[in-house]
């Protein structure tokens, strides 16, 4: 399918629509653009987004062939905005080749492996204390109290939050921050961009201070394994890198497990037998473990049946942007350096050559009888794949699992009848309600 590159090869159908808009407000206002181009065209069109000509690459082998096999055509750094770019600074998601690869080995440790454990405690009280608001109020929009835990989660482990008025004070930053991400780059005190600036100022002041306590006093939340980090040349990672990698894990990190968490307590609330059979996963458990620790995290196959699910049907992000930095040629189309290129998630997800019924929520198409995801490489990419996969993957998974099992031991919920459950994937996907429930105790006799 892929070849090197041909002078003689044609450029990808498709239109480039208005001069400069080109096809951005239809990309950005149907969320049926790619899907509706791709039966007019195939797996491979071009368009022109912001300004940019762009090439859209959709299927198991264009994620497989950006992700992977040619990673060397694409840049991570020139498919982001530059507001992006100035607001998070150089971090993970801005970095290429060596620099990139020795700071992905620093910040690594801090993200897998023996780090996780010292994660559980947080995580844990953390929902268990949501848990029991969400009791009190009954009944509300799950998308923005979710917001609310995963960044009390994210930013007591990234920022060293102290929950109460320090969190909240940090919250609202962060939100300046990220208004500023796709906001035009006017920098007056008063546009969202310049207020961004200035929050981003003011969380990279907080870091500091922080950092500053770690290194005197060493810790094992998150943002003290950063500190800690030392690669087998005794490099570590400078005071300014820490910030602004922490800042980005921060963004990278909250809203899309907020989403992934929306979607499943949606799925569960509308799929009965399913969440029984996850209940009874957990009542057999319960049983036997008590209170949820790492190691009983790995014994819930159903829930990890459940997550990937999720994942396949509703990924928190839509594709990936790169810079096309070197031309290439794929399906016999050349695309030219320069051009933008954009792989398509959910693509994959509902391929119907791999997934059967892929419309369809059904976590038994991942039990090991039936592993659908198997019959293609790079055909469930929610967390992304290749040498750049999500760092937060093995994180993000225990903390959606952590929140479910303890929602599926100890609470019931109703989806608020009436309310639009479109999805809307900007920026991260959700259902436009925001998913109002109903929401209360369980009761232990209840089977
Ligand atoms: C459900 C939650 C999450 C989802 C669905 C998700 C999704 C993704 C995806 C799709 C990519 C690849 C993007 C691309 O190819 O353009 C990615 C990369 C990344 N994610 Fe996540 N992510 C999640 C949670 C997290 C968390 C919790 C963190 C940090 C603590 C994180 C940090 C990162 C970083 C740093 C990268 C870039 C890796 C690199 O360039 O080497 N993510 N994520």
Redesign the pocket.
């Known amino acids: 399918m892929a070849s090197s590159t041909s002078d003689r090869s044609l450029l990808p159908p498709g239109s480039f629509g208005l001069p400069v808009v080109g096809e951005t407000l239809n990309f950005l206002l149907d969320p049926n653009f790619a899907d509706k181009r791709r039966d007019r065209y195939g797996p491979i069109f071009k368009t022109r987004l912001l300004g940019r000509p762009t090439v859209v690459m959709m299927g198991p082998e264009a994620n497989q062939f950006v992700?992977s096999t040619h990673m060397d055509c694409f840049s991570?750094r020139e498919?982001w905005p530059g507001t992006f770019r100035e607001l998070l600074g150089e971090s993970?998601?801005l970095q290429e080749g060596d620099e990139?690869r020795r700071n992905?080995k620093l910040l690594m440790p801090a993200?897998h492996g023996p780090a996780l454990a010292a994660y559980v405690d947080t995580m844990q009280s953390l929902t268990e204390r949501y848990a029991q608001r969400w009791e009190t109020l009954g009944q509300f929009a799950w998308f923005n109290e979710m917001k609310q835990l995963t960044f009390d989660i994210?930013s007591t482990l990234l920022l060293g939050s102290a929950p109460g008025a320090e969190t909240a004070q940090l919250s609202q930053w962060f939100t300046a921050l990220t208004a500023g991400l796709f906001a035009p780059p006017l920098r007056w005190g008063w546009t969202p961009f310049g207020r961004a600036i200035r929050a981003r100022d003011r969380l990279l002041d907080h870091i500091e201070q922080v950092v500053r306590d770690r290194q005197l006093n060493p810790t094992h939340d998150a943002l003290g394994l950063l500190v800690q980090s030392e690669d087998e040349a005794g490099n570590r990672l400078s005071l300014s890198e820490i910030k602004v990698q922490a800042l980005?894990?921060l963004f990278?990190?909250h809203e899309?497990?907020t989403?992934?968490l929306t979607s499943l307590v949606m799925a569960l609330a509308q799929h009965p037998s399913v969440w029984a059979q996850a209940r009874q996963e957990q009542a057999t458990l319960m049983a036997t473990n008590g209170a949820i620790a790492l190691d009983h995290l790995r014994q819930m196959p159903y829930l990890d049946q459940i997550v990937k699910e999720v994942?396949r049907l509703y990924?928190?992000?839509g594709g990936?942007?790169r810079g096309v930095v070197k031309a290439f040629e794929f399906n016999g189309y050349r695309v030219p350096e320069g051009w933008m290129a954009l792989y398509r998630?959910n693509a994959a997800h509902r391929d119907r050559t791999i997934y059967t019924n892929p419309e369809t929520f059904d976590p038994d198409r991942f039990s090991p009888e039936r592993a659908e995801h198997r019959r293609a490489e790079f055909s469930l990419?929610?967390?992304?794949g290749g040498p750049?996969?999500?760092?937060?993957?093995a994180?993000?998974q225990m903390e959606?699992k952590l929140v479910a099992a303890h929602l599926l031991r100890h609470y019931t919920w109703s989806l608020v009848p009436g309310q639009n459950l479109q999805m809307t994937p900007i920026p991260t996907l959700r259902p436009r309600s925001g998913l109002h429930v109903i929401f209360k105790q369980r009761d232990p006799a209840a089977p």
């Open positions: 992700l991570w498919g993970l998601f990139h992905r993200f994210a980005l894990m990278a990190g899309t497990t989403s992934m994942e990924p928190p992000v990936g942007f998630i990419v929610g967390f992304g750049r996969v999500c760092l937060g993957l994180f993000a959606i």
